[in-house]
């Protein structure tokens, strides 16, 4: 049980860490394009 709860724990963490990095590409994304627009 407790390797199965420790599994679980790091299959959630890297689903977080990847939905955290996903905004912050995103966001990212959002200014570049904020400043290409501007640009133009």
């Known amino acids: ?10 299959v959630v963490s890297k689903m977080q860490y990847s939905e955290v990095v996903k905004k912050k590409e ?3 994304l959002q200014k570049s ?3 290409i627009y501007r640009f133009l």
Do not use: F, Q, R
């Open 33 to 35: 394009a904020v400043k």
């Open 1 to 10: 049980m407790p390797i199965l709860a420790y599994v679980n724990l790091n």
């Open 26 to 28: 995103g966001n990212l």
